[in-house]
């Protein structure tokens, strides 16, 4: 009797450390930490080094995770790294600060992930901020649509392996056309959104403009929608895609329309 409670004392304490290590993204939890968060310590002013932190709170287990910052062209990283890897204990504060500075003006947005070493982009947080030569404005929302082409991530800070959008035909005035938008996840999983933007000059035939769903590693994901030109004109159409929590990748197009 003493060995089968030794013995269902270890398959307890074995069955609960699996179920720590190796719990899988569920669909009805929407982040890993119970709190994952991404703030800057002062206005990131042109030429100013700044903190940058990253903070996450996990959960009642312990867990070996990954934070990563994602720097676009308008910043550079002035001291730390952009990636820490390491263990964090049951309802620990984890915190990773970087150093970084300001080096264009624009519009640029910023970005980190949290997870577990397996899954490392479980969670994501994005700051977008307005850098000019004297001043310097953080939010936590999306920009606006004029402001879509000067937000676009270098090809090197891409979410998707590709992304990419195209109409199937020339859209003259009243004809109705198809608008594909491609994804293409690379080696993990993810809950992802693609969002269309039409100008005045277009409108929706068919289909939604917004797609949120799951792909699995390196899936590639078609979203289409039927379109026509209803205005004569040169008008800009524009996709995002990326994470559920933040618009990451953008594709657009200038489109002259006549009679």
Same mark, same amino acid.
């Given at each position: 009797?003493? #060995?089968?409670?030794?013995?269902? /004392?270890?398959?307890?304490? $074995? ?5 720590? @290590? ?9 982040? #890993? ?33 990954? @934070?990563?910052? /994602?720097?676009?062209? &308008? ?22 600060? $970087? ?15 949290? &997870? =577990?070493?397996?899954?490392?982009? #479980? ?14 404005? /953080?939010?936590?929302? =999306?920009?606006?649509?004029?402001? #879509? ?15 990419? @959008? ?11 056309? !198809?608008?594909?938008?491609?994804? @293409? ?22 289909? !939604? ?7 699995? =590693? ?13 205005? !004569?004109?040169?008008?800009? /159409?524009?996709?995002?895609?990326? =994470? ?12 002259? !329309?006549?009679?």
């Amino acid at each position: 009797m003493k #060995y089968l409670r030794i013995f269902l /004392i270890i398959l307890l304490f $074995v069955s609960l450390f699996n179920g720590c @290590i190796n719990q899988k993204k569920d669909s009805g939890v929407e982040t #890993y930490f119970k709190s994952f968060a991404l703030k800057f310590e002062e206005l990131p002013l042109l030429n100013n080094p700044v903190n940058l932190v990253c903070t996450a709170i996990e959960r009642d287990f312990a867990s070996n995770i990954v @934070i990563e910052v /994602i720097l676009p062209e &308008g910043f550079e990283l002035v001291d730390g790294t952009l990636t820490w890897e390491g263990h964090v204990d049951p309802n620990q504060t984890k915190t990773h600060t $970087v150093t970084v500075k300001a080096v264009k003006t624009g519009q640029w947005t910023i970005s980190a992930w949290a &997870g =577990p070493d397996y899954y490392p982009h #479980y969670d994501a947080e994005s700051l977008y901020v307005t850098v000019t030569e004297t001043s310097a404005h /953080i939010s936590e929302e =999306p920009f606006q649509m004029d402001s #879509y082409s000067s937000c676009t991530n270098s090809g090197s800070l891409s979410y998707f392996k590709d992304f990419s @959008i195209f109409l199937s035909d020339s859209p003259t005035l009243s004809r109705q056309t !198809t608008l594909v938008c491609t994804a @293409i996840e690379r080696d993990f999983a993810s809950n992802i959104v693609i969002e269309v933007i039409l100008p005045e000059g277009f409108e929706l035939v068919d289909g !939604t403009l917004t797609w949120k769903g799951h792909v699995d =590693p390196n899936q590639t994901k078609t979203h289409t929608v039927t379109v026509k030109a209803v205005k !004569t004109g040169k008008w800009t /159409i524009s996709a995002w895609a990326g =994470p559920s929590q933040s618009r990451f990748d953008v594709e657009w197009g200038w489109i002259c !329309t006549n009679e």
